[in-house]
C-alpha cells in the first residue's frame, strides 16, 4: 500500500515537472471564450427573465376618449374568443406605476399633468394588432412581447453557438493534451525502453503520463477561470457607469461556484481522455528489440 | 535455472536464427556462449527475458514458460532477471545514481533501503565515488560496469549479459569479467554472450557454442 502510493506520488511529482506552462495557457484561452460567453449570458439571463414573453398588445386609447367608452370597448374585447385576456390599465395607474421606475418620478413631477392615455393590455396567441388598431378610439397598438421575443430567441442561438464552441474547443483540449503526451513520449523513448526490460509494468509507464494530462487540463480550466474573472472585472468597470446612468446596479457575474468547478473537472477530464487515447497509441510502439 | 528443449526461432523475413537448440543451466552455474557469426546468441539471449518468442519449443526460466507468458506477467518474469545489453542503455539525461535507482522505482523498496541498495550495486563495480557523475562522462568500460550495477541492484538469481567486454581493452574487459565470477559465486546464475575466446579460456567454465543455428558444443 506505501509502496503503491510512493509510485503514485513519483509519477505525480514527474508530471508536475514536465507539466507546461504554455500548453496549460493554450488551454485556458481555448477554454476561456465558451466559459466566459457562458457567463455574459448568465448574467443577461435574469434581466431577460424578467420580460413577457407570452404574445401581449398594449392599445393605447386617443386621449379624449372618455372612461365610458373605454369599458365599453372593453367589453367588446372581452367578448372576443380570440382573446384570452384583457386588462383595463387607467391613465391614473399607468402614471403611478411609471413613477416608481428609478429615475422616471422626477420628469413625470416636472410635467405637471398626466401625459399618459387610458390603456388596455390584450394577451392572445393571434396577431390582432392590425386589426385592433382600426377600432374607435384607439390611438396605437403596440406588440410588447415581439422584442422580448427576439431576445430570447437570439439568446437561445448565441447559447448553441456556445455549446458548439464549448464542444469544438474541448476537442481541441484534447488534441493539444494528445500531442503533448505523444511528444513527451517521444522524448523519453529511451526511459520508456529501458524500463520495460527492466521489469517496469505497462501501468507504471503510462501513470505519470496519465498525471500530466489530467494536471495539464486542471490547470488549464484554472487559467480560464482567472481569464475570466480578470475579462469581467475589466469588463464591469465600465459596465457599471452605463448600469449606473440607468439607475441599475447591473453587473456581469462571475460563473457560480459549481459552474466554475465543472469547468476545471471538465477540463482534468478532458486533458486525461487526451493522454490516455495518447498513450494507449504510441506506447505500444515502443517494445525493446 | 534456464532450460531450452528443440527452440527454433524463425524471423518474419523467413531468416532462421536459431534451429532445435537445446540446453539447460542450472542454478549457480556460470556459462558463456560464443558464436561464430553474429547472429544466433543475441536471439538466444532475449528469448530468455521474453523480448523475443520462440517460434518452436520452449523456454522455461524458474520453471516458468516463457514463450507462453501473458504479455501482463512479462515485467515481473524480467524483475527476476539481471539483463547487461551490448549497448548498455543507459540513460544520459540522469546521473550514475539515478541510473542504479531506475529498477528500484517499481520494486516495494522502502526509499531508504532502495538508496542503500543502489550505492551496495555502485559499490560492487566500483562506481560508488562517481555517483554524481553522468553516464557520458564515464570510459568505456565504467559505463558497462555501470550497467552491470543497475542489472543486479534488484539482486535478481539470473544474470544475462550480451558481449559485456565488446569493445574494451583487455584489462577492463577481465575486470568486467570478475565482477560476474564475483557474482556466481555468492549464488547468481550468470550467462554470458562474448566472441572473446582467448578470454573464456582463461576461466575453464562452461562454453556453450552457438554454430549455423546449432549448439555445436556444451549442449549437456
Known sequence: MRAWLRQHVQAFSSAVKRLSVLNALVIGIALALPAGGYALLESLRPAGARLALEPRLSLFLEPQVRRADAEA????????????????VPREEALKEMSAVQGLSEVIGALGRN??????????????ADELARLPGVAHVQADAVWARRLAAAAAVVQLGLALLAALLGGALVAVTF????????????????????????AFIRRPFYYLGLLQGFVGGAVALALVAAALALLNREVSVLAESYGSAFRFAFLPAAEAAAVVLFAGFL??????????????AIEPR | MVSFSAVAKRYPGGQEALKDVSFSLEAGELAFLTCRSGAGKSTLLKLIPAIERPSAGSVLVNGQNVGALKRAAIPYLRRNIGLVFQDQKLLYDRSVYDNVMLPLAFSAHAPKEAARRARAALDKVGLLGRERANPIQLSGGEQQRLAIARAVVNRPALLVADEPTANLDAESAARILDIFVDFNQVGVTVLIATHDLALVARYGKRVLRLEGGHLSAGAK
Do not use: C, M, Y
Not at chain 1, 401625459?115 to 390582432?128: C, G, I, M, R, Y
Not at chain 1, 529511451?190 to 524500463?195: A, L
Not at chain 1, 486533458?271 to 505500444?284: I, N, P, T
Open chain 1, 271 to 284: 486533458g486525461w481522455l487526451g493522454a490516455q487515447l495518447s498513450v494507449s497509441r504510441h506506447l505500444r
Open chain 1, 179 to 202: 500531442n503533448t503526451i505523444r511528444l513527451q513520449i517521444l522524448t523519453q523513448r529511451d526511459e520508456i525502453e529501458v524500463s520495460k526490460l527492466i521489469g517496469a509494468t505497462d
Open chain 1, 73 to 88: 370597448l372593453g367589453k367588446r374585447l372581452r367578448a372576443d374568443p380570440r382573446i384570452a385576456a384583457v386588462r383595463f
Open chain 1, 115 to 128: 401625459p399618459l392615455p387610458d390603456a388596455f393590455v390584450v394577451t392572445s396567441k393571434e396577431d390582432l
